[in-house]
C-alpha cells in the first residue's frame, strides 16, 4: 500500500475491514520501511474508507508508528474518521495512546509546517482540558488565532456562528501528550477514582509508583473518590492501611470522599482511622474550603523522608529538559530566552517576591523532577493563550500554569521517547508560596539553570 504526499503529510488509505489479517495484507515490511523513509511532517492512517476496524486490526498499524517515530521523529496516527471511530480507538487504546487523532485531513493540516502563519481563526474544543491546551499552543505556535471553548455548552454556541471561524476542530488528539495516569489534580490534591469491590486488586491497580512520584514532587493531599464503592474487604482495608503509614512519613494526608459502610464493617472505618485517613461526605466538603485544604496540606509540603543523588543518567538528558522547556516558554511568551548560568548546588531563588512555581515528576528508565520558577509576569504572559485574556486572577494564573508545564513535561517525555528513554510522568505541583517549594527540596543538589525572558529571570531546577 503506497502514501499519497501533500502539503507534507503521507497518508495510508487501506479500506474495508481492519482486522489482524486484513490489516496485515495491506501493510507490508517494505510499506514500513518506505513509510519511515518518507520526508514528510506527518505519517497518517486514513480511515474513510474502511468499513470495520478492531484492535488486532489497528495493532499492524502501531508498529508502522513505533518504527517511524525512532527512525523520523515525524507525527503518527490516524485521520478521517467519525464519531464512532473515534470513540472506538479511545477505548480501544485508553492510556495507551501515544499516537495523534486528527478528525479530518483539513484539521491535520493545521498542523503541518505547509500551513504555518496563516492567521486563521479556529475555534478549539476537547472534553480533556490538557489537550485543549496543547492544541491551542500548537495552533498559536503555527501562526493561528486558536480560541478555546472550556465547556461542551460553550463549543455548542460557538460553532453555530460559523462565519466567525475558518476552521473548527474537535474529537482530535495530540498523541505527544502521551500516557496519562488515572487520576486529576485540583487545588493540588490529587484525587483518585475507586469503584465497585475494593479486594486484594486494588493493589495490582493502584500505580504505587506514580503515587510516590506525586509525593516526591511535593504533593501532599491524596482523596479517594469513593461515591461508587459498594464495599472492601480485608485486602483492601490493610492496602489502604499501609498506604496512609508510608504518607504520614511524608507528613502527606489521605482522605475518602462519599464512601458507605452499609455494606462494610464499622470496625474498617475505626481501622483506617486509626491509621490516619480522613472521611468526608462530599468532595466539596474539602475542595471548597481553603483553610482546610491548607490544614490537609494542599497548599504546603514538608520534606521528603530520603534526598537522592542526581545521577549521570539523569545529567545526559539534561539538554533534552532545556529544550522542552524553553520551547515551549518562548513560543508562549514570544520572546527568546537567553542562558545566564548553569550550576550544580541547592535550589537558590534569590529574590522571591513576585515568584511563583511548578514542579512536575517522572519515573521509568530514569527519575527525578523539574522544577520551574517564575516571575508573575512570565506566567502571566505564557498562560494567556489558555485563559484567552489577561487577568491577575492568581487561582486562574497557577491553574492554566499547572497546564503549561503538563505540556513541557509532555514534550519531554517525547524527546527521551525518540532516544528509547521510557519515562512517565506525573502532573504538575504548582506553588504560589516558593517557600513550600524550597522545603520539598531542602537538601537536594541538581542542576539550575537561569534563564533571561526579556529581561526576567526565569529559573530551571533538575533534581530527584
Do not use: W
Amino acid at each position: 500500500m503506497k502514501a499519497v504526499i501533500k502539503n507534507g503529510i503521507a497518508v495510508f488509505s487501506p479500506q474495508g475491514f481492519l482486522d489482524g489479517n486484513s490489516s496485515s495484507a495491506f501493510m507490508s515490511i517494505e510499506d514500513i520501511d518506505a513509510a519511515a523513509n518518507l520526508k514528510a511532517d506527518m505519517i497518517l492512517v486514513s480511515l474513510k474508507k474502511v468499513v470495520f476496524f478492531n484492535r488486532n486490526g489497528l495493532d499492524v498499524f502501531m508498529k508502522l508508528f513505533m518504527k517511524i517515530r525512532k527512525k523520523s521523529h515525524a507525527t503518527v496516527g490516524f485521520c478521517d474518521y467519525d464519531a464512532k471511530k473515534y470513540d472506538a480507538i479511545k477505548r480501544f487504546y485508553q492510556n495507551e495512546l501515544n499516537f495523534s487523532l486528527f478528525k479530518t485531513l483539513d484539521i491535520a493540516n493545521l498542523f503541518s509546517s505547509s500551513f504555518k502563519n496563516l492567521n486563521k481563526n479556529i475555534l478549539v474544543y476537547s472534553s480533556d482540558k490538557s489537550q485543549r491546551s496543547a492544541i491551542a499552543i500548537e495552533l498559536h505556535d503555527g501562526g493561528h488565532n486558536p480560541i478555546i471553548a472550556q465547556s461542551l455548552e460553550e463549543f455548542n454556541i460557538k460553532k453555530e456562528k460559523k462565519d466567525a471561524y475558518d476552521y473548527i476542530v474537535d474529537s482530535t488528539f495530540l498523541g505527544q501528550m502521551g500516557e496519562k495516569v488515572a487520576t486529576r489534580v485540583t487545588g493540588n490534591a490529587v484525587i483518585y477514582t475507586v469503584s465497585s469491590f475494593l479486594d486484594v486488586e486494588i493493589g495490582n491497580m493502584f500505580n504505587i509508583e506514580y503515587h510516590n512520584n506525586s509525593l516526591n514532587v511535593g504533593f501532599r493531599l491524596f482523596i479517594f473518590d469513593a461515591y461508587k464503592v459498594i464495599s472492601m474487604n480485608v485486602h483492601a482495608l490493610n492496602f489502604f492501611s499501609k498506604l496512609a503509614s508510608s504518607a504520614a512519613e511524608y507528613n502527606a494526608t489521605i482522605c475518602f470522599v462519599g464512601m458507605k459502610f452499609d455494606k462494610t464493617p464499622q470496625v474498617f472505618k475505626d481501622t483506617m482511622e486509626d491509621a490516619g485517613i480522613l472521611f468526608y461526605t462530599q468532595m466539596d466538603d474539602i475542595l471548597q474550603n481553603k483553610e482546610l485544604l491548607k490544614e490537609l496540606g494542599a497548599s504546603s509540603a514538608s520534606n521528603v523522608k530520603s534526598k537522592r543523588v542526581l545521577n549521570k543518567e539523569t545529567i545526559l538528558e539534561l539538554p533534552k529538559f532545556i529544550d522542552a522547556t524553553v520551547v515551549t516558554l518562548e513560543m508562549m511568551t514570544n520572546a527568546k530566552a537567553t542562558k545566564e548560568a548553569a550550576n550544580v548546588h541547592n535550589l537558590i531563588i534569590e529574590d522571591k517576591s513576585g515568584k511563583i512555581a511548578s514542579s512536575i515528576g517522572y519515573f521509568g528508565d530514569i527519575d527525578g523532577m523539574v522544577i520551574l520558577v517564575f516571575p508573575s509576569a512570565i506566567a502571566k504572559k505564557a498562560c494567556e493563550l489558555l485563559i484567552g485574556e489577561d487577568t491577575d486572577d492568581m487561582e486562574l494564573i497557577l491553574d492554566s500554569l499547572a497546564e503549561l508545564v503538563n505540556i513541557v513535561g509532555g514534550k519531554i517525555k517525547t524527546l527521551l521517547a525518540d532516544e528509547g528513554v521510557s519515562v512517565n510522568i506525573t502532573l504538575p505541583r504548582t506553588y504560589q508560596d516558593v517557600d513550600s517549594l524550597l522545603q520539598v527540596v531542602e537538601n537536594r543538589r541538581g542542576v539550575q539553570v537561569d534563564l533571561l525572558f526579556n529581561n526576567d529571570k526565569f529559573l530551571f531546577f533538575l533534581t530527584r
